[in-house]
């Protein structure tokens, strides 16, 4: 490793400096690892050697003359940390000078925080977002260069779908907070920071009982006349009786099934690792599955080694069978809910089934428990009615 020197690399200390015979290497006081190079031809360039997780790296920043030791030293710090972080201190595409971009950022963001600090699917809906819309808008201006007219124009263009602008801008905002750490923009400048989202309307849609039996049927009719994909079947009837997320259901391993404890175990669901009972119901669909070697995952995909990746598209291709076409698949999961409520659980009992991390997100629901409790005073009233209130005259 370099040494350090008592002295600045400045013009005037470069200037002075000679080699006799070899070349020779002056290093810098206050940026460990910077340093100057002289060749015994009188060439002077300047160089950086540091650390990281491959071992030690030296690289040639540029020629004394073409580059000042001031713009030197900004190279090397930013080359340094580059190398300390296991990265190519100067990859393919490197411009000295060139302005950082939104794609640049983006993938930064992607290597540094969402491949490391998101779930896979988070990771996969910020890879859409970039590649989909903010990219296409913003991917060539340069990171400094982003106000909140920029971020107003792109959140505006997307006003008809309402969910994805506020997505994106909730994924701009986390960029550029990115950013100002990294000190690729001057901290409070946050361009999202005063734009507002959407107001989001919650949809609801619960299956009514008779639409329960519908959805019920036209499983059996298509599994019975072979024009139903059995692993998809078999998907959708445990998403009915547990309530679970789709990627929850999808992503079941055969380890997952505890049948001795009673329940399922999921590893990686939207609010960290938790476990759903494992009724005699779902059970029963369980065991109408059968393995296939060599495949961990419970519902089997049409490629081998994957687990099935596409049961919105054939849900929706179902669901025209079951004239239930305004029917997504999540609103099984909130169908469950209505369900457990109409059946007097408490609001506490269904987040814990549901796996909501807050009570907020189950009270979505308080309404439907208000309707429950006025259908059942309405029948304790009843029972009470004839013992208390007065007879009417001419009442049978």
């Not at 810098?28 to 071992?55: C, E, H, K």
Request: aromatic share 6%; with cysteine; glycine share 8%.
């Amino acid at each position: 490793m370099p040494r350090r020197s008592t002295q600045r690399i400045t013009k005037r200390t470069v200037n002075r400096l000679s080699a006799h015979g070899k070349p020779a290497v002056a290093w810098d006081r206050d940026v460990a690892g910077f340093g100057v190079r002289v060749y015994p031809t009188g060439r002077i360039a300047y160089v950086v050697q540091s650390r990281g997780p491959d071992g030690s790296r030296r690289v040639t920043l540029g020629r004394h003359g073409k580059l000042t030791p001031e713009k030197a030293r900004e190279r090397a710090i930013a080359v340094i940390d580059r190398i300390k972080a296991g990265e190519n201190p100067l990859p393919p595409d490197w411009r000295w000078g060139r302005e950082r971009t939104v794609e640049d950022l983006a993938s930064r963001c992607l290597k540094r925080y969402v491949d490391v600090e998101c779930k896979p699917s988070t990771a996969e809906r910020y890879r859409q977002l970039l590649a989909s819309h903010i990219l296409p808008a913003l991917g060539e201006m340069a990171v400094t260069a982003v106000k909140r007219d920029h971020v107003v124009a792109l959140h505006h263009e997307l006003r008809d779908r309402r969910g994805t602008a506020n997505t994106v801008l909730w994924a701009l905002s986390r960029m550029f907070s990115l950013a100002e750490a990294w000190g690729w923009r001057k901290a409070g400048t946050n361009p999202c920071r005063s734009v507002r989202s959407y107001k989001s309307q919650r949809r609801e849609r619960f299956l009514s009982r008779a639409e329960y039996r519908t959805v019920g049927r036209v499983l059996r009719e298509a599994e019975s006349d072979g024009s139903a994909w059995a692993p998809a079947v078999a998907a959708i009837r445990l998403l009915m009786l547990t309530g679970c997320r789709r990627g929850e259901i999808v992503t079941l391993q055969w380890d997952d099934v505890d049948r001795s404890a009673g329940h399922l175990r999921l590893r990686d669901s939207k609010t960290g690792a938790r476990f759903v009972p494992l009724t005699d119901e779902a059970m029963e669909v369980l065991d109408g599955i059968e393995p296939v070697p060599g495949n961990s995952w419970v519902f089997p995909g049409k490629k081998p080694g994957a687990h099935v990746s596409d049961l919105s598209a054939f849900w929706h291709r179902l669901r025209q069978k079951m004239d239930l076409e305004d029917v997504r698949l999540h609103d099984l999961r909130h169908s469950y809910a209505s369900r457990a409520l109409a059946l007097g659980e408490s609001l506490s009992m269904i987040g814990r089934l549901l796996g909501h991390s807050s009570g907020n997100t189950t009270a979505r629901y308080a309404h439907l428990a208000r309707d429950t409790e006025k259908a059942s005073a309405a029948r304790i009233a009843g029972s009470i009615e004839n013992n208390i209130l007065p007879t009417v005259p001419g009442a049978i």
